[in-house]
């Protein structure tokens, strides 16, 4: 069966700390992979999602960026938080061609110090 | 540009009340809506997924109703349960076929 890791759970980051979020899939191959965030009192927004390895699309410009140096790997960075970058992170996947994303990681809270 | 929006923000109601959540988007060129679940703290379970070309679907006590004619979704919970207490999201397909588009979602709080 397909599942979905991320890590860590929580973080707690001084403001202009770096930043590495990861996310990997396993039982399945060529997913798409998306990382969403849920900032406080807003819906959840759409921020990379991909199609292949080294694919990346930006939905929202940011102080992130987002890696998929492998398969059913995701990784979200930032090289200097923002207290704005403050929330909680999601993963997921998709079969591709398949629909939009039905599985989703735990997520990541992350705050900002 | 696709919004979705959702009503009410939280919404309060004793066990066993049937209930009805409600979700709005802007553009009707939606390919998918679907309802999810999300627990305090917990990543997103997905409820209901309806096809642009459905108008509805069922799964135990939920059953979700899409027109697109005027942009709405409505999610129906009967018998309400205390284990219902979540956060509901409605999402849309965005345009480009990829991924969704939230709402800020309706908590719901079920008492017993």
């Known amino acids: 069966s397909q599942t979905i890791h991320q890590w860590p759970a929580t973080l707690v980051q001084p403001v202009g700390s770096p930043l590495s979020l990861e996310c990997t899939v396993e039982g399945t191959s060529n997913p798409n992979l998306y990382w969403y965030r849920q900032a406080a009192g807003r819906g959840l927004q759409l921020l990379f999602y991909?199609?292949?390895?080294?694919?990346i699309s930006s939905e929202v410009p940011q102080n992130l960026s987002a890696s998929r140096p492998q398969d059913r790997q995701f990784i979200l960075s930032s090289k200097k938080l923002l207290l704005s970058d403050s929330g909680f992170y999601l993963c997921?996947?998709?079969?591709?061609?398949?629909?939009?994303?039905?599985?989703f990681g735990d997520g990541t809270r992350l705050s900002i110090l | 540009k696709q919004e979705v929006t959702q009503i009410p923000a939280a919404l309060s109601v004793p066990e066993g009340e049937n209930l009805v959540l409600n979700c709005s988007f802007t553009d009707s060129a939606i390919y998918n809506l679907q309802w999810f679940r999300q627990d305090p703290g917990k990543g997103l379970t997905s409820l209901l997924l309806i096809q642009s070309s459905q108008r509805e679907q069922t799964s135990g006590r939920l059953n979700a109703s899409l027109d697109k004619s005027s942009g709405r979704s409505t999610l129906y919970i009967a018998a309400s349960q205390p284990g219902d207490s979540a956060t509901y999201l409605c999402?849309?397909?965005?345009?480009?076929?990829?991924?969704?588009?939230f709402g800020k979602g309706t908590t719901l709080s079920v008492s017993s």
């Open positions: 997921a996947w998709s079969v591709k061609g398949a629909g939009p994303p039905q599985h």
């Open positions: 999402a849309a397909y965005n345009q480009a076929g990829t991924a969704l588009i």
């Open positions: 991909s199609v292949g390895i080294g694919q």
